[in-house]
């Protein structure tokens, strides 16, 4: 069974960082992209940041590039997202979701709570 | 960028109704490489979104085969043929022809 696991969120004041860790079992990670999704209170979906299956590679939107850093650690089946510059803007829930070879999210997580208050 | 503009915003059903929900986008969604990379997703409330239909049409592992997408370049359709209860929450098209990823707004399923 596939199984992804969010942590590492909670509550941070802006411009401090914070890094959120997602463990993958039940498949061959290495062998998937990743990706991390958010959403804030209410609202919709909105694409993070995306990582190859060897690493070699990421992507993000303007809106969080340079600030957000996804990375990830075969060896330990675990993907990372390193935030920095954390703005209110950022509140959401994030989501870890494998990515199906058509570019599909066929798997995500519970997600984890990320408040960015004073 | 590429907006997706789902429609309706809201729909309200009875059980056994069947329903359509739509997604235009801005530009055409066929790559290059003859796929259409245009997916749809179920969010529940209180759960996090689940894949129902990937490539415009193909039914993902498990999932009830009432729903069925179609469409093509930049008009799409999430069909429900005979909603049930468990159907109810927030439907989301989603593209990745274009610059990676983008979202629609979502069209939240309700009770009438």
């Known amino acids: 069974e596939v199984q992804l696991v969010e942590s590492g969120g909670g509550l941070v004041q802006p411009g401090r960082s914070l890094k959120l860790s997602c463990v993958a079992s039940g498949f061959t990670f290495n062998n998937y992209w990743m990706t991390w999704i958010r959403q804030a209170p209410g609202k919709g979906l909105e694409w993070v940041a995306s990582i190859t299956n060897t690493g070699g590679s990421t992507y993000y939107p303007d809106s969080v590039k340079g600030r957000f850093t996804i990375s990830r650690d075969n060896a330990k089946s675990t993907l990372y997202l390193q935030m920095n510059s954390l703005r209110s803007e950022d509140t959401a829930t994030y989501y870890c979701?494998?990515?199906?070879?058509?570019?599909?999210?066929?798997?995500w997580g519970q997600g984890v709570m990320v408040t960015v208050s004073s | 960028d590429v907006v997706l503009t789902q429609t309706p915003p809201t729909l309200s059903a009875t059980i056994g109704q069947s329903v359509s929900i739509s997604c235009r986008s801005s530009?055409?969604?066929?790559?290059?490489?003859?796929?259409?990379?245009l997916n749809w997703l179920l969010q529940r409330p209180g759960q996090p979104p689940q894949l129902l239909i990937y490539?415009?049409?193909r039914l993902e592992s498990g999932v009830p085969n009432r729903f069925s997408g179609s469409g093509s370049g930049t008009d799409f359709t999430l069909k429900i043929s005979g909603v049930e209860a468990e159907d109810l929450g927030v439907y989301y098209c989603?593209?990745?022809?274009?610059?990676?990823?983008?979202f629609g707004g979502g069209t939240k399923l309700e009770l009438k």
């Open positions: 490539l415009v049409s």
């Open positions: 989603v593209q990745s022809t274009h610059a990676l990823w983008t």
């Open positions: 530009q055409s969604l066929l790559h290059s490489n003859g796929n259409t990379y």
């Open positions: 979701t494998r990515v199906q070879y058509s570019g599909a999210f066929d798997y």
